[in-house]
């Protein structure tokens, strides 16, 4: 079995399914993509919630909400000015590309769909990449910072290894399979979180331990 197999199947057997990600539309998953970069999930919750209650929470109501209130209501995942910014610029480029269609957009090829979501100042690879998979269902590995630490810590990739030469490892060493993806990302985040941490890891305690040796 190859490492990234091997990695899937023991981070599975110790945390089982995370049903991930937590939003009940592909809406709220796109909208959540952007608000989460550079907070925690916690009040990425609060903005949403937020933007809910405000009963405008559909493609409509939130490409014609003024950008200050869009601002407002999302004030709880940081950087709110940037944020709302970022969701005007990706909500316009629906409406160019996509006639304001979410489902165009999903229907679109891997290819196309991702190249005008990369196009989007401020959405960058991993937010992209999370929107396909996770709102769109593509199958397209996301990697983030923990990905990296994992994977370099246990010698399977040199630590520089950029973005697209790690998530081409992943498309090259797994099935294509979205529900593979998107469980593998989870299950990556979770052993980041409780074991393999930046500083301070648990290692000896980390169900990945010695898994390189095999």
Request: aromatic share 12%; with cysteine.
């Amino acid at each position: 079995m190859n490492p990234f197999l091997r990695i899937y199947d023991r981070l599975y057997a110790h945390f089982g399914p995370q049903s991930w990600w937590p939003g009940e539309t592909p809406l709220e998953v796109m909208v959540g993509a952007v608000l989460t970069q550079n907070t925690n999930w916690t009040n990425v919750e609060k903005a949403i919630d937020n933007l809910k209650a405000g009963g405008q929470f559909s493609f409509a109501g939130l490409h014609s909400m003024p950008q200050e209130l869009l601002a407002e209501h999302i004030r709880p995942s940081g950087y709110y000015n940037i944020k709302a910014g970022r969701l005007k610029n990706l909500f316009q480029m629906i409406v160019d590309e996509y006639e304001g269609e979410l489902e165009f957009l999903f229907s679109d090829s891997l290819e196309d769909s991702r190249e005008n979501l990369l196009k989007v100042k401020g959405v960058g690879p991993e937010t992209a990449d999370s929107i396909l998979l996770y709102a769109a269902e593509k199958p397209i590995f996301v990697i983030d910072t923990y990905t990296h630490r994992i994977f370099s810590r246990h010698q399977l990739v040199e630590e520089d290894t950029d973005y697209f030469n790690l998530q081409q490892e992943f498309m090259d060493s797994l099935p294509e399979d979205v529900s593979l993806f998107n469980e593998y990302h989870a299950l990556i985040v979770a052993v980041a979180k409780k074991f393999c941490k930046k500083t301070n890891p648990r290692c000896s305690e980390c169900p990945l331990h010695g898994v390189e040796e095999q």
